[in-house]
């Protein structure tokens, strides 16, 4: 299974950045998509997970700015609009799809950067 993500970007806090994120390979289904993030210094954290259903989950840090969704019918492809960018979102944002209904099983992606200026 692999998982890329794409849209590392250096941006000044108040603006927007995109990433994407795809999931191949050899699996019988995904059950979900998700981003995590790493500061420096920090623990990785979550920050949103689309299910395969399509449900929503934000972490508190993010919601109201960020926009978790599919692409237009793939489901093998999700993207995080993240919008109103502020200096504590910069982090490694690491994309990662479940592959069990029980979502036990996870497949990672190598990150991609995100820096914000202030």
């Known amino acids: 299974v692999h998982v890329l993500e794409s849209g590392a970007g250096l941006v000044s806090a108040g603006e927007s950045l995109r990433l994407s994120c795809v999931v191949s390979g050899d699996f019988f289904r995904i059950s979900g998509i998700g981003w995590r993030r790493q500061a420096p210094g920090k623990q990785r954290e979550d920050v949103a997970f689309i299910s395969d259903g399509g449900l929503r989950d934000y972490a508190d840090a993010v919601k109201g700015r960020f926009t978790i969704s599919y692409g237009d019918n793939d489901r093998h492809a999700a993207f995080l609009q993240m919008d109103g960018l502020k200096p504590e979102d910069t982090a490694v944002y690491y994309c990662?799809?479940?592959?069990?209904?029980?979502?036990?099983?996870?497949?990672w992606g190598q990150g991609t950067q995100v820096t914000v200026s202030s």
């Open positions: 990662f799809a479940t592959l069990d209904p029980g979502r036990k099983q996870e497949a």
